[in-house]
């Protein structure tokens, strides 16, 4: 299964809504992770199951959507969200691309 | 407190071995799906192999045949035997865990394959 992750770079301003998008190659019903990682730093899980926040994961951060398409929103941008961000399915655990948000 | 430290990466010629471990602390290997990911220098996460709870196994495409994820229960170590090394498998490994989506994750072992 291909997860298409788009776009691969985003910029933006603190206090900014921004929307990820991955798109999968076919139905994966709900079996979506996504993941924030800094520079030298390990992935941190931020969404699973589509929509469910990890613990911890400040509510800013939001996901959507079921089979084949699905987003992650970080409403209200914070200077500590200027990371790489990765989508994963697992059902077979491939990830997307890699969305690098920056400062515009 | 959930704990990963993995070890075992270095300079490796290609065609060479190298066995990496994930030493785990604060739960039991045994009991959750535990897999390797790796990250190629500036590039995206790439799922590399899973061990499932029964003692099954998968991996992906580009090393099938020459890698072999195994657990040690009594050690609570979970390793990634890396045969047939080729210049483009240099990365980071990490190892996460999780049923699923990855909740915890080492800090990661650089691998780097070069003649």
């Known amino acids: 299964i291909q997860m298409t992750q788009s776009p691969s770079t985003l910029s933006a301003s603190v206090g900014d809504r921004v929307t990820i998008t991955c798109r999968a190659s076919?139905?994966?019903?709900?079996?979506v992770a996504w993941y924030q990682q800094k520079p030298g730093k390990a992935p941190k899980l931020l969404i699973y199951?589509?929509?469910t926040l990890e613990s911890g994961v400040p509510s800013r951060f939001s996901g959507s959507g079921s089979g084949a398409e699905f987003t992650l929103t970080i409403s209200g941008l914070q200077p500590d969200d200027f990371s790489t961000y990765y989508c994963?399915?697992?059902?077979?655990?491939?990830f997307g691309q890699g969305t690098k948000v920056e400062i515009k | 407190e959930v704990q990963l430290v993995e070890s075992g990466g270095g300079l490796i010629q290609p065609g060479g071995s190298l066995r990496l471990s994930c030493a785990a602390s604060?739960?039991?290997?045994?009991?959750?799906?535990m897999s390797w990911v790796r990250q190629a220098p500036g590039k995206g996460l790439e799922w590399v192999s899973i061990?499932?709870?029964?003692?099954?196994?998968d991996y992906a495409v580009s090393v099938k045949g020459r890698f072999t994820i195994s657990r040690d229960n009594s050690k609570n170590t979970v390793y990634l035997q890396m045969n047939t090394l080729r210049v483009d498998d240099t990365a980071v490994y990490y190892c996460?865990?999780?049923?699923?989506?990855?909740?915890?994750w080492g800090q990661g072992t650089l691998v780097t394959v070069s003649s």
């Open positions: 996460a865990r999780g049923l699923g989506p990855l909740d915890s």
């Open positions: 604060g739960f039991s290997v045994s009991s959750i799906y």
């Open positions: 061990i499932y709870t029964g003692g099954s196994t």
């Open positions: 076919q139905n994966i019903s709900m079996w």
């Open positions: 199951r589509a929509s």
């Open positions: 994963q399915q697992y059902n077979s655990y491939s």
